[in-house]
């Protein structure tokens, strides 16, 4: 585990906002959260749900080389067997645009996108991602968690006694926020990867969640 670097010019921050702007602040030094809270349309949220009510496994991976122009990428085949259901269209294109735009501000020529129907916790311990930058969305269903900075001792991530026990220090994402969570491998953030972790559903539930990484 890296050390946190004691001459850091600006304290962590995390940002949050209601307009997709917000995530350009990413891009700043010290930021290692930025959240777009938005509010999904309803055709794309009522696709959401209607594909976990048919209690079906979903769990796939792409990964996309971007055109050099501005055209959105080819998403044909993802989630295909769910593509008779009223809705899919809609998602399909809110999906391109977050790869789209994910890429315009990083400049990433290679993208790799996960979609995936859980019914527990992906990551259920505290811990940082050892990539540059993730986005992740969840469609339907409990958002991801977080910490701010100092709410836990970085030293002990995925050691649950070192976990903060006051449910009140744990920050939550919501359905339909978009999210940039700074990791380990971005340069200069070294030691201050977002420290964040899946949430457990409640029985019976389950969360449709997609994330997109910055490959090349």
């Known amino acids: 585990?890296?050390?946190?670097?004691?001459?850091?010019?600006?304290?962590?921050?995390?940002?949050?906002g209601e307009t997709p702007r917000i995530l350009t602040q990413i891009l700043e030094d010290g930021t290692n959260l930025a959240v777009w809270q938005r509010q999904l349309?309803?055709?794309?949220s009522d696709f959401a749900a209607m594909v976990l009510s048919m209690e079906q496994p979903l769990a796939e991976s792409l990964v996309l080389d971007l055109p050099e122009d501005d055209t959105q990428p080819a998403l044909h085949g993802l989630a295909a067997g769910f593509s008779d259901l009223q809705g899919y269209e809609g998602f399909i294109a809110d999906v391109a645009w977050l790869v789209s735009a994910f890429a315009c501000l990083l400049g990433a020529k290679?993208?790799?996108?996960?979609?995936?129907?859980?019914?527990?916790?992906?990551c259920p311990r505290f811990h940082v991602?050892?990539?540059?930058?993730?986005?992740?969305?969840?469609?339907?269903?409990?958002?991801?968690q977080w910490l701010k900075e100092g709410a836990m001792d970085r030293r002990c991530l995925a050691q649950p006694e070192a976990e903060p026990g006051d449910p009140r220090m744990i920050q939550q994402l919501y359905s339909g926020d978009v999210a940039l969570l700074k990791g380990e491998k971005w340069h200069g953030n070294e030691g201050f990867g977002l420290i964040h972790r899946s949430p457990e559903p409640a029985p019976g539930e389950r969360r449709l969640i997609l994330t997109l990484d910055w490959l090349a």
């Open 1 to 16: 585990m890296l050390a946190p670097s004691l001459n850091r010019a600006a304290p962590v921050r995390q940002v949050q």
């Open 41 to 44: 349309p309803a055709h794309i």
């Open 129 to 144: 991602d050892h990539v540059p930058v993730r986005l992740i969305t969840t469609y339907v269903g409990v958002g991801s």
């Open 110 to 122: 290679r993208v790799g996108l996960r979609l995936r129907a859980l019914d527990k916790a992906m």
